[in-house]
């Protein structure tokens, strides 16, 4: 037996297992891997650092871990250019702009916080890539953009920044190329289609990001939604789905028609998803909300987030929470850790502390469980996920209410542009939706998806490793020792690469 050719088969059929499984959708996950004091603190950093600033359904593939102590923040894989090139980029329903790394960026950072390096584009590698000028259209609707500084007819670059209330900006040029999505067909089936957008190729960016850039989904003209939507491809209509049992969820762009779901109108005349709240209950008790909150009459106003990885409640009413929370709990000690208040419990949360319930316009309510505003820093210690934005949101923000992803989680959430109202209603996000396809008036089962960090997966039931089985199975026994020895050291190199 030539054992140098076998060794040669045997690596080939290793390559082939290592490169086999790839995704051709959007794969969301957390933006921070990690866990303990060092997570708390990006995720409260990266808070700061933000607010101190028609005819398809497209299906996005969700990933990541719910837990804040774990992960914090989604994110997905977007398909730019030709040849096409993947990215990362912040899932954010709190911004408005796509942009990603420019080739030429010198003060943008090389590796995320954990060592990843970030990807640029770069536009003289893409064929169908080209400059947006300032006589385009999309320029002067370009919410980020200065029509009087872009005057049209000089055939000048459409500039943009994004300046943040904390001093973080992140600002360059608007480019326009091809985007690569996953159009809903069939119940659970998408075929590809493209589009042209336009985003932001960033020149500038503060140096504590862990992703290639944003996909900003918020209500202003340059959103990748309404860019589709003016081309005619989407309606201005999106969800998601948070599933904070077990990771990922449901993200989809299109009508929901099942379940169905209660809405309240949208705030006129914001860039944020803002609705009025009416009132607030700990455990059944209704809270006094003070008229000094920002909003009028009886309503206060309360982003709706997708960004920020907890919950900021405006000083006296995180009080007020807190007090309430810990009621039935006199004697337990809590620290602080990275800014948030801790304790160890051994019991189960659901059984120790109440539901905290948001009241809003048109009877919408929105119950947060023990389970989703505690999670677990280590051990048996819990850490509360509401925030004092009064201490810690920039001074123009600190009486809102802010609510992110802890209070999102396990919740079907509809974004409509349309009729320009948001709703929601507890789900199981590890199950399916139903959205219409505009185009054909079908119907189609989208589901959700659990989509891991690590680019190859090993599997037991691709074609390849059954064939290595059979292959160990009907050869002799020397051979099997080498082949044996061969699977030690492709699992221990797969695990390696995956880490």
Not at 242 to 255: H, Q, S, T, V
Request: aromatic fraction near 10%.
């Amino acid at each position: 037996m030539d054992y140098g050719k076998m060794w040669s088969i045997l690596l080939i059929l290793a390559q082939l297992m290592c490169c086999a499984v790839g995704h051709f959708v959007f794969e969301v996950h957390h933006k921070f891997d990690g866990e303990g004091e060092a997570v708390l603190g990006a995720m409260r950093a990266h808070d700061l650092q933000r607010h101190g600033r028609n005819l398809a359904a497209i299906d996005f593939q969700l990933g990541g871990h719910y837990s804040p102590a774990l992960h914090a923040l989604y994110f997905t894989n977007i398909t730019i250019g030709t040849p096409p090139v993947d990215y990362h980029v912040q899932v954010d329903t709190g911004s408005n702009t796509l942009w990603v790394n420019c080739h030429d960026c010198e003060s943008c950072p090389k590796k995320s916080n954990f060592g990843v390096e970030f990807k640029r584009y770069d536009l003289a590698t893409s064929s169908t890539g080209k400059n947006v000028t300032c006589d385009e259209e999309f320029c002067h609707a370009a919410s980020s953009s200065s029509n009087k500084n872009c005057p049209a007819g000089t055939g000048r670059q459409c500039e943009y920044s994004v300046a943040y209330a904390d001093g973080g900006t992140t600002g360059g040029y608007f480019v326009r190329d091809n985007f690569r999505f996953n159009q809903v067909t069939g119940n659970l089936q998408t075929s590809t289609m493209d589009g042209n957008i336009a985003f932001g190729c960033s020149m500038s960016e503060d140096p504590g990001k862990s992703v290639d850039g944003i996909v900003g989904l918020g209500r202003a003209n340059e959103t990748i939604i309404s860019q589709l939507a003016s081309s005619g491809k989407v309606k201005r209509v999106f969800s998601h789905c948070l599933d904070g049992n077990r990771g990922g969820g449901i993200f989809a762009i299109g009508e929901v028609t099942e379940p169905k779901v209660n809405r309240t109108p949208l705030v006129p005349n914001e860039s944020h998803y803002s609705v009025n709240l009416k009132s607030l209950e700990v455990g059944g008790i209704f809270l006094n909300l003070s008229t000094n909150f920002s909003g009028t009459g009886s309503s206060r106003r309360t982003i709706i987030d997708s960004g920020a990885s907890v919950a900021y409640l405006p000083s006296e009413v995180y009080q007020q929470v807190l007090e309430k929370m810990m009621s039935q709990h006199p004697d337990l000690q809590t620290r602080i850790e990275q800014g948030f208040t801790c304790f160890e419990y051994n019991g189960t949360v659901d059984d120790g502390f109440p539901v905290v319930n948001f009241h809003f316009e048109n009877s919408l309510s929105l119950p947060v469980h023990p389970h989703s505003y505690l999670f677990l820093f280590h051990g048996n210690e819990y850490c509360i996920g509401w925030q004092n934005s009064s201490s810690t949101l920039p001074r123009d923000e600190r009486d809102i209410f802010l609510l992110g992803d802890i209070v999102l989680s396990n919740k079907l959430v509809v974004y409509d542009l349309e009729n320009q109202t948001i709703g929601w209603t507890e789900y199981n996000c590890s199950s399916s939706i139903k959205v219409r396809d505009e185009a054909t008036g079908n119907v189609y089962d989208v589901g959700s998806h659990l989509i891991s960090a690590a680019a190859p997966t090993f599997t037991l039931f691709k074609p390849t490793f059954i064939t290595l089985l059979l292959f160990i199975v009907a050869s002799p026994n020397e051979l099997k020792d080498h082949v044996l020895k061969f699977i030690l050291v492709s699992i221990f190199l797969l695990h390696f690469v995956t880490l």
